[in-house]
């Protein structure tokens, strides 16, 4: 079981090893997207052995606040960037929305915050 909870994190790591801006801002906010629903899917998976289906984040997000009340002040203090990460991932995919460089770039800090939240928590 542990092996397929891991899997969440690695595909997470996976989609942003490249930081894809040169396939587009849309996709690059698109992939990012993807990997934080992934990272709070693993962290999910790992504490409680279950995760929503759900493409939220911010339902994501409400799971993980009951496991790891911290992970709250977190999102209250990115609240906007992860907002429009969420929103991202149907503007950019369906709706026509173009992002430029400056609406992606500082959303990654967004990930590897996150991602350091979440490493504090995997061994416990």
């Known amino acids: 079981m542990r092996e397929e909870i891991l899997f969440f994190k690695k595909q997470s790591v996976n989609e942003l090893a490249k930081k894809p801006f040169w396939i587009g801002y849309n996709w690059s906010i698109f992939l990012l997207e993807q990997a934080i629903q992934l990272l709070l899917k693993y962290t999910l998976a790992l504490s409680v052995g279950y995760f929503s289906k759900t493409h939220k984040l911010t339902h994501l997000f409400e799971e993980v606040f009951t ?13 906007d960037k992860i907002k429009i990460i969420e929103d991202s991932y149907l503007l950019s995919r369906y709706l026509g929305k173009d992002y430029r460089k400056e609406d992606v770039e500082d959303k990654f800090e967004v990930y590897e915050r996150l991602k350091k ?7 416990s």
Do not use: A, D, M, T
Request: proline share 5%; glycine share 0%.
């Open 67 to 79: 496991v790891y009340p911290e992970f709250k002040r977190f999102y209250l203090e990115n609240r």
């Open 117 to 123: 939240l979440v490493e504090k928590y995997e061994s």
